[in-house]
């Protein structure tokens, strides 16, 4: 029942442009789920992540262990195919990979413009989050759902494309004259 009320306050987040203001931070989102949310509801809402750990660890919902292996794929696909462009090896742990990770990743990398295919790749994963969405929207899963959604729009806004440049710029000199120069703020 708590979760009725939780949801029926969340504003929409479907329809919403790149450029447009959210209409909910995840701090008033967090706040509703911690009005609404029983203890162990609250406890798995801090497994929301958009970086799941590298093996596999059960959430006990079946909805988030189904994203963050989704994500692990495509992070793991995005390893594969880089270390195939530059000629150098890749542990994938003898994953086997949905023919659309490898493909979205091999786009990814084929995109010149660095902030390009960080856009490509959280539009692909909003994808495979629509994929995932629960048919019932009024459920906990809804809830992860939604948590994840608002973590990714908020993610994409999260770029300041000089900043970017700059870093890849100090990054790409640093490779060709064979510094050990990290990125520079």
Known sequence: MAEYYLISQLPSLDGIGENAPLPISEERFMELCNRFLNKKMLVAMGKLTL??????ESSGSTFLDAWNESERNLRFALGKVRAEKMKKSFDTESRIFPVEYIKAASAAIEIENPMEAERFLNNYRLEILEALRP???????YIFYYGLKLKLLLRIRQFDTKAGEKAYKN??????NGDRLEAIQ
Not at 135 to 141: I, K, L
């Open 51 to 56: 970086s799941p750990p590298k093996n596999l």
């Open 135 to 141: 048919m019932d929207s009024f459920s906990v899963d």
């Open 171 to 176: 990054i790409y000199n640093s490779i060709l």
